[in-house]
């Protein structure tokens, strides 16, 4: 057998693994590996290199990939800078359980430790924000260490691995045979879950008077089989059925037990069921801040089983009754399967829905409506009224339109929501929509933005125009970075600083300059006719939505409160906090 | 506002690992990251293939953040077992310590009298120093070094405590 490049051995194993698409931006560090790319694909190899112009978006649209088809999402950055900037993209995929593998270059070893040009200490700087990381210094290792990283990636708890080849590694030679499937000697993520646990929560399920389904991100990444799962166990138990922001799609919203998001912004019968419960299934969540409210006030009536494939998320926050670590959707499986078995009669719950009905009663995402100023909450229905039939896949930025897309635009299957949740990156939603629209060619792909977030990866919009995707942004602005506006009018007397948007782009020339569509939006008049125009348009389209401008998302949990003080509408607002509420997140 | 703090409790840990470079990085920065404490870290290959290291690290948590400090060292790739000598019942700690002492007339001969009630070796010596190693636990070291210092006590070097569990049966 004859040996080869390690550049070649790379792109030979990223085609040995079913790699279609790999995001990246080219450098000196790496560009054994991209001529070894090049030559692929001249002989008629199929992985697509898509041109980013910024790394940080690189790994977003890897994210966005990932999340929409359920393979992981590649990267291919040089050294020093274009690792440092890809930082915030791998680390929000460690947040989110994104599979990711970010191949990085190096300056050559025998330069490593000299602050040689475009040299960072990439495994350093990334081992904490990695699952796993890798430095190769041996080619002859490189095929198995690929192989291995993408089985890290994608198993267990999802999330990204960095490898970093040093460029003389790129270049010197060595032979390279696909391996057979990794069994690691360490690594071996718990999938199937303790039978006996599982009897016990079926028998706690059957038994509870005020159970709640409480769903995550980990449904979404336990594959569309998880979702169907869930739906089953929540139609045999009759619970209702609540999710994270990362959950959102995994239960569809027209369903009839959906309480909507639960938490921060969650609705007030997904908080108030969570906090009245007699049990709580907590499903591939992790009892995340944002969700639980002040801890000593969470759910205290409640029985809590948790399942969830990293055994480091049971307990972390909250301590529960009945930890499973499994797969969510083995144990999902394997819990409608024993509840059927078991012949449990469909569980009286009347009175528990009476009690929920007048918690829905209150109608908690209602919000007022006057004069010809668009509402940001009507925005996004209006968005959700033309397209839902078509199942489009959202994406978003961080802020306000990130909390009002989840309130109010709703999910009906799994892998259609994107968004930053743990790690909140504004920046995030156009590159993650780019990677979506390449994973689904066919679909209406939307990333709802704010006007300050959508600039912090603004420079994609080339990169959409280059590869003639459709992506459509919706830019709900009103001129502030909302969020930050509505803690300081919460918590600061409404002293606005730095919060105001000053010396906004004229977002319809922008879009004009990179060869996209262009629209602006006004008035409620100009609503609907901006929406359709929006999606006629056969190529990528830029909506400025002007919204009204100081409208704050309700209803909210502040921080360090308990469920049952939820503020339903501004006029609860007090606009000051004691130390212990400012000094948290 | 004050900052509030948990009571905590000593623990001595085993992790069994993958001999890799930057394994160490790997625990001990997972332990700043994550806000624990460590009193102790000691590492060294125990295979005959130098394939798996040992990790002895001693840190001090409640019992609620002991839970997590296991669950995520258990969580990283190259990690093989970890194991909470303390919680799994009567262990040996053991530390080495070599100390340089100096001096000259009463005080040496104090330094060498104080040495033999430890059973501190003397392991070098010159005609106004000594060099002991001591092994023992971690109190017995200290009390030889509080002692030391007013003998002429000039320098210092530990090695971490190492653990292991009584008993016949290996982790």
Same mark, same amino acid.
């Given at each position: ?11 030979? +194993? $990223?085609? %040995?693994?079913?790699?279609? !698409? @790999? ?7 790496? =560009?054994?590996?991209? /001529? &070894? ?55 929000? +995929? $460690?947040? %989110?359980?994104?599979?990711? !593998? @970010? ?7 025998? =330069?490593?430790?000299? /602050? &040689? ?469 | ?171």
């Amino acid at each position: 057998m004859t040996e080869k490049s390690g550049a070649d051995i790379l792109i030979e +194993a $990223l085609g %040995d693994l079913g790699v279609e !698409v @790999v995001f990246g931006y080219p450098g000196g560090a790496v =560009l054994p590996i991209y /001529d &070894a790319l090049f030559r692929h694909n001249a002989a008629g190899g199929r992985i697509k290199h898509i041109l980013v112009r910024h790394e940080q978006a690189a790994t977003h649209a890897a994210e966005g990939y990932a999340r929409s088809t359920g393979k992981p999402g590649v990267v291919l950055v040089t050294s020093g800078p274009g690792a440092t900037n890809a930082v915030t993209g791998i680390t929000d +995929a $460690l947040m %989110d359980s994104i599979p990711m !593998v @970010v191949i990085t270059g190096q300056v050559p070893t025998t =330069l490593i430790g000299t /602050d &040689a040009f475009q040299e960072a200490d990439t495994v350093g700087i990334t081992r904490h924000c990695t699952k796993h990381n890798y430095l190769v210094k041996d080619p002859a290792k490189l095929g198995n260490t690929i192989h291995e990283a993408f089985h890290i990636a994608t198993s267990g708890r999802p999330g990204p691995v960095v490898i970093d080849i040093p460029k003389d590694v790129q270049v010197a030679t060595a032979r390279y045979t696909k391996p057979g499937p990794i069994r690691h000697k360490t690594y071996r993520p718990q999938v199937k879950a303790d039978q006996s646990a599982i009897e016990q929560a079926v028998d706690m399920l059957a038994a509870a008077e005020r159970p709640i389904l409480y769903t995550g991100g980990g449904i979404i990444n336990a594959g569309p089989a998880a979702s169907q799962l869930l739906c089953e166990l929540a139609r045999i138990t009759g619970a209702p059925v609540t999710s994270t922001l990362m959950g959102l799609g995994a239960y569809p919203a027209s369903g009839p037990q959906w309480l909507g998001m639960l938490g921060m912004h969650g609705t007030y019968e997904a908080n108030l069921a969570m906090n009245k419960a007699d049990l709580i299934v907590c499903l591939g969540a992790r009892f995340d801040d944002r969700v639980t409210g002040r801890l000593d006030a969470f759910s205290p009536y409640s029985r809590k089983i948790h399942v969830d494939i990293d055994r480091s998320s049971i307990n972390k926050n909250v301590r529960v009754d009945l930890p499973i670590v499994a797969d969510v959707g083995h144990a999902l499986e394997d819990m409608v399967r024993v509840f059927k078995a078991r012949r449990h009669p469909k569980p009286d719950l009347a009175e528990w829905w009476r009690m929920i009905a007048g918690w829905r009663a209150v109608k908690s995402l209602d919000f007022a409506e006057t004069g010809s100023e668009i509402m940001p909450q009507r925005a996004i229905r209006a968005l959700w009224e033309a397209t839902h039939k078509r199942s489009p896949i959202i994406t978003t930025e961080v802020g306000q339109h990130q909390m009002w897309a989840a309130q109010h635009f709703g999910f009906e299957g799994p892998n259609k929501w994107l968004t930053s949740g743990g790690l909140g990156t504004m920046g995030y939603g156009l590159p993650a929509a780019i990677g979506a629209q390449l994973g689904n060619p066919k679909a209406l792909v939307i990333d709802i933005a704010g006007e300050a977030s959508i600039q912090m990866n603004i420079q994609e919009l080339a990169t959409a125009m280059q590869y003639r995707l459709p992506v459509k942004i919706f830019i709900l602005n009103n001129e502030y970075m909302g969020m930050v506006r509505q803690w300081q009018e919460l918590t600061y007397s409404s002293r606005y600083a730095e919060s105001y948007s000053d010396t906004l782009p004229d977002f319809v020339k922008l879009a004009e300059a990179y060869g996209w569509k262009g629209i602006r939006i006004e008035g409620n008049d100009q609503l609907d006719d901006g929406i359709a125009a929006m999606l006629d348009h056969d190529g990528p389209v830029l909506v400025d939505c002007r919204v009204a401008k100081l409208t704050n998302c309700f209803p909210m949990i502040p921080s360090g409160a308990a469920h049952t003080d939820m503020l339903l509408a501004s006029s609860e607002v007090s606009g000051e906090m004691d130390d212990e509420a400012k000094a948290l997140v | 506002m004050h900052i509030t703090e948990e009571k905590t409790q000593r623990h001595t840990l085993a992790v069994m690992v993958d001999n890799e470079p930057g394994i160490l990085a790997r625990i001990a920065g997972l332990f700043t990251a994550r806000g624990y404490n460590i009193e102790s870290l000691t590492v060294s290959d125990v295979t005959a293939d130098q394939a798996v290291s040992r990790i002895t690290i001693v840190t001090s948590a409640s019992a609620h953040v002991m839970e997590q400090i296991m669950a995520q060292l258990d969580r990283l790739v190259p990690v093989h077992s970890v194991t909470d000598l303390t919680a799994l019942g009567p262990h040996v700690e053991r530390e080495l310590a070599l100390l340089k002492v100096s001096g000259h007339g009463e005080h040496r001969i104090e330094a060498l009298r104080l040495a033999d009630v430890f059973r501190a070796r003397v392991v070098d010596t010159t005609i106004n120093s000594f060099v002991f190693e001591l092994t023992g636990g971690r109190e017995k070291i200290d009390g030889f070094i509080a002692l030391m210092r007013q003998v002429g006590l000039c320098e210092v070097a530990r090695t971490g405590i190492v653990a292991i569990a009584r008993g016949d049966k290996a982790i």
